[in-house]
């Protein structure tokens, strides 16, 4: 777990409110839910047999004795929270969420122990179209914040029935290479086979390439079904390559699962993830409602944005008052005070105690001070205000009236 500094909130916050801006274009719903579950919701939801189950929820006692687990993932706390609030009862619904997810895996580079998700559920689409609009949107996403270079991996896992068929000759399949398989993979090997195929034991991968295919296992109507899909993204220009190994870690999916990935991180460059989850609404109690969604890692994302240089940090501070202990310090916050009245949003900094010019305008620079306003005996004689651009130092330092400087500073700042 780590801190945010002042230095890299604005790549959050600005990445978030570009994530969110987008969202609402295509109009989805925020939902909000709480940071802690009943431990049993993640345990029937993402499934026994799953890295998150097993070995990496923040599982505790509350005072009377029930588990409880900070959320590891929003998909299961969005579906709990739809059935109690009696959303998705006969209408559909497209919700995000976003904030901090916790997971106890060993931390390394883009894996941490609190991470950040925005994430997207939507209910009662079962056609492939819900699934295409997520990937349309996420493809935005990229071109919109200046990623390049993310690829979109595809598969389908087919319907439980298809799935069911697939598990018995996957397992036939490794006990005939059992010499080959690591503790993980032959404990996994009944209860998950499914995930012995993205196993990243290296020793394993030429078995695991030759591996039976899903494709060959599953029914016309779940062919059909990605089959659209890809036809959606081929008709708007959404590159995509189909990974029959992509399982996903979380055992609620079917049909259509997809990641976004990226070379430039190292290891941990799944930046999105995600697919349809059409049982697990049944399976928490509620009546069957088609589901599909994905999560981004957001920290992962920043860490891309800072990496790659992507963005630049903007200008902090629009105006820096610089003053002299003469004026007097009541004038001088007065004069800020309307200052922010007379030109709405501006950000104006000032030096709370008195100091030297010299070490004001040093504050100004750090503050990235677009102008500074000179308060100093001989303006105030005259009624008059310096400004300086510090941006530009062409730009001679000019003394106007109070009222000629807001009306500088509007048109300036607004350009
Ligand atoms: P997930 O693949 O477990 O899926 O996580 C989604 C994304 O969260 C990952 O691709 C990654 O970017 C980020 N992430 C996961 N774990 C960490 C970590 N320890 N540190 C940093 N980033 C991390 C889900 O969580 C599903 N609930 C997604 C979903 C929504 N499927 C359907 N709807």
Redesign the pocket.
């Known amino acids: 777990m780590y801190d945010v500094t002042p230095d890299l909130v604005w790549v959050w916050q600005k990445l978030e409110a570009a994530v969110t801006g987008l969202l609402h274009q295509y109009g989805y719903q925020e939902i909000r839910f709480p940071l802690l579950e009943k431990t049993a919701l993640f345990h029937s939801a993402i499934g026994e047999v799953t890295d998150v189950v097993e070995k990496e929820m923040f599982t505790f006692s509350d005072r009377k004795g029930v588990s409880i687990s900070l959320r590891p993932?929003?998909?299961a706390s969005t579906v709990r929270a739809v059935l109690e609030n009696g959303l998705v009862y006969n209408e559909p619904q497209k919700l995000w969420y976003s904030g901090p997810m916790f997971?106890y895996?060993k931390p390394q580079k883009?894996?941490?122990r609190q991470?950040s998700?925005i994430?997207v559920?939507v209910f009662g689409y079962p056609g492939p179209e819900a699934d295409a609009e997520l990937l349309l949107m996420t493809h935005r996403l990229w071109q919109q914040l200046g990623i390049d270079n993310v690829r979109l991996e595809l598969n389908t896992l087919g319907s439980a029935d298809c799935r069911a068929a697939y598990r018995s000759v996957l397992i036939k399949y490794f006990e005939q290479h059992l010499d080959v398989l690591d503790e993980e993979a032959k404990n996994r090997l009944h209860s998950n086979p499914l995930r012995l195929l993205d196993a990243k034991n290296p020793a394993m991968q030429t078995v695991i390439k030759a591996a039976p295919s899903i494709t060959d296992y599953l029914s016309d109507a779940s062919k059909e079904h990605f089959a659209r899909l890809c036809a959606i993204l081929d008709a708007c220009d959404v590159p995509y390559d189909i990974n029959q190994q992509l399982v996903?870690?979380?055992d609620y999916y079917s049909h259509n699962v997809f990641?976004w990935i990226t070379d430039e991180l190292g290891a941990q460059g799944?930046?999105?993830?995600?697919?349809r989850?059409d049982a697990l609404v049944e399976m928490q109690g509620g009546k069957p409602t088609a589901a599909?969604?994905?999560?981004?890692?957001v920290?992962?994302l920043v860490e891309l944005i800072v990496e790659k240089n992507i963005w630049q940090p903007p200008a902090q501070t629009d105006v820096y008052v610089v003053w002299d202990k003469q004026v007097g310090v009541d004038q001088v916050m007065a004069i800020s005070e309307q200052l922010r009245s007379d030109i709405p949003g501006v950000s104006v900094m000032m030096h709370l105690t008195a100091a030297s010019f010299k070490s004001q305008f040093k504050k100004a620079d750090k503050a990235g001070a677009r102008f500074t306003l000179i308060l100093g005996p001989d303006e105030m004689a005259q009624q008059q205000i310096s400004v300086k651009t510090m941006q530009d130092r062409n730009v001679p330092q000019q003394q106007l009236s109070y009222s000629d400087m807001v009306s500088f500073l509007k048109q300036q700042l607004s350009e």
Do not use: H, V
């Not at 799944?270 to 697919?275: D, E, V």
């Open positions: 993932e929003g998909t997971r895996e883009g894996r941490n991470f998700q994430g559920e996903r870690g979380l990641e799944t930046l999105c993830a995600g697919g989850y599909t969604g994905f999560a981004m890692g920290d992962r």
